[in-house]
């Protein structure tokens, strides 16, 4: 199993949300704030089996869609906002109680 920890624009959050949820994947959603920008987004932590785990991702581009700077707009001068940062972590467990 993995946890997909995607920090993802506020704008996208909602679409991201609605798609996990149709397809079936677990998500948890954090109020986050970017540490340069200091401007609101919204952290997932999806945990997939490594089997879904090409499903999950394609889920997340296609709700977070465009390069760095398209199709939103400027955050700040100078600054392109991705739409979603990503990282993959390993997971040893998952347990629920
Ligand atoms: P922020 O930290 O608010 O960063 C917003 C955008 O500002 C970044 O877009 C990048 O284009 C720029 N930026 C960030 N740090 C910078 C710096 N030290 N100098 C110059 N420009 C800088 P993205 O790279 O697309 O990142 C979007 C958001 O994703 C970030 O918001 C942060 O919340 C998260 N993020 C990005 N990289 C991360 C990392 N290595 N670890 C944890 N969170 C990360």
Not at 9 to 21: N, Q, V
Not at 69 to 95: E, R, W
């Amino acid at each position: 199993m993995k946890m997909i920890v995607a920090i993802v624009r506020d704008e996208f959050a909602a679409p991201l949300t609605e798609t996990l949820s149709r397809k079936g994947f677990g998500a948890t959603k954090l109020a986050s704030t970017g540490g340069f920008l200091k401007a609101g987004n919204t952290t997932f932590l999806i945990g997939v089996p490594q089997t879904q785990m090409d499903e999950a991702m394609a889920v997340i581009r296609e709700a977070c869609p465009g390069l760095p700077g398209t199709p939103g707009k400027p955050q700040g001068p100078g600054v392109q906002v991705g739409s979603a940062t990503i990282f993959v972590l390993g997971v040893d467990k998952m347990i629920k109680v």
